[in-house]
Nanobody, 129 residues
Framework: QVQLVESGGGSVQVGGSLTLSCAAS????????MAWFRQAPGKERGEREG??????????NFRGSAKGRFTISRDNNKNTLYLQMNSLKPEDSAMYYC????????????????????WGQGTQVTVSS
């Protein structure tokens, strides 16, 4: 049974930092294509934005607004995916979801929600000024 459990969300002020975690079971984070998505209030599930993705070979992809501020990584021993978020902005406020796809996705499709088989329940991030 696959389970992805996100944690680490919270409320921070502009410029602050948060690290999100996605503890995985039933999938192996270093053999799956993994990604973080976010869904802003009022948006539908199909409008989730890809924030950062990580392929089994270590290649990453980030949405433009996240480049230079966010880092995606994994701990194979803990079977956990992370998203380190720095210099947070109000527009980063959203529910953040972890997603997994068995094997390799194309690098260009890492940030597209459609292919992903497995999703967590999300963790809320709120950035206030």
């Amino acid at each position: 049974q696959v389970q992805l459990v996100e944690s680490g969300g919270g409320s921070v002020q502009v410029g602050g930092s948060l690290t999100l975690s996605c503890a995985a079971s039933g999938v192996t984070v270093n053999t799956y294509s993994m990604a973080w998505f976010r869904q802003a209030p009022g948006k539908e599930r199909g409008e989730r934005e890809g924030v950062a993705g990580l392929l089994p070979d270590g290649r990453t992809n980030f949405r433009g607004s996240a480049k230079g501020r966010f880092t995606i990584s994994r701990d194979n021993n803990k079977n956990t995916l992370y998203l380190q978020m720095n210099s947070l902005k109000p527009e980063d406020s959203a529910m953040y979801y972890c997603a997994a796809y068995p094997g390799f996705l194309g690098w260009w499709s890492l940030l597209i929600p459609t292919p992903y088989n497995y999703w967590g329940q999300g963790t809320q991030v709120t950035v206030s000024s």
